[in-house]
């Protein structure tokens, strides 16, 4: 039973660069979650998306967006690297159905390590 | 104010010792609650979800207190392999979404 798979595993931009994070979600699950780890610090919920839409988002600008994809799996994109977007950016997945039950449902990705130079 | 709040540490303990943590939250609509263990340049796994009646998971017990707004953490006869920032996680869930907030993370260290 695969994972939660992330691409790329690491990556170095250029300030002003844009860059797309890809992630396929754990079989089965049908909704896609994005979080941003700086070194240090607790994941931050960028945003969720589920039915190709998003659907909540947390307190992060409009240069990161992204995209779900009729098979589940999504796509983050940040426009306009800063050098603070280096961080370790996370793709977690779970099922719409387990949502409010008491379990987390939560399977998360590797993750992708972005350096911004 | 952080919606999850946890002290950073480092806990820095010998082996075989028990070691607590706390995490406060802020919303006190929050549903579910839970701890996640983070190895050094991974990705977060579940530990354990938390119950308002308090749960036991081998030398793992966790506990919520929902009217002080906390849940805790308590390891006992800790092992080397217990090393990890512990991330505490919390669900306000509503009925339009379900992301799970993430406090800060505590590390702890177990010293032979």
């Not at chain 1, 300030?15 to 979600?25: E, H, K």
């Not at chain 2, 805790?72 to 919390?90: E, F, G, Q």
């Amino acid at each position: 039973d695969a994972g939660v798979t992330q691409s790329p595993t690491h990556l170095i931009k250029t300030r002003g660069q844009q860059v797309t994070l890809r992630c396929s979600p754990k079989s089965g699950h049908d909704t896609v979650s994005w979080y941003q780890q700086a070194l240090g610090q607790g994941p931050q919920f960028i945003f969720q998306y589920y039915e190709e839409e998003e659907r909540q988002r947390g307190n992060f600008p409009d240069r990161f967006s992204g995209h779900q994809f009729p098979n589940y799996s999504s796509e983050l994109n940040v426009n306009a690297l800063l050098l603070g977007d280096s961080a370790l950016y996370l793709c977690a997945s779970s099922l719409e159905i387990d949502r409010g039950r008491m379990r987390a449902g939560y399977t998360f990705g590797s993750g992708t390590r972005l350096t911004v130079v | 104010r952080k919606e999850v709040e946890q002290d950073p540490g480092p806990f820095n303990v010998p082996e075989g010792a028990t070691v607590a943590f706390n995490c406060t939250y802020s919303n006190s609509a929050s549903q579910s609650f839970f701890w996640y263990r983070q190895d050094c340049r991974k990705e977060p796994k579940l530990l354990m979800s938390v119950y308002s009646s308090g749960n036991e998971d081998g030398r793992f017990t966790a506990q919520l207190n929902r009217a002080s707004q906390y849940i805790s953490l308590l390891i006992r006869d800790s092992k080397l392999s217990d090393s990890a920032t512990y991330l505490c996680v919390v669900s306000p869930y509503d009925s339009s979404a379900s992301k799970i907030i993430f406090g800060s993370g505590t590390r702890l260290s177990i010293r032979p």
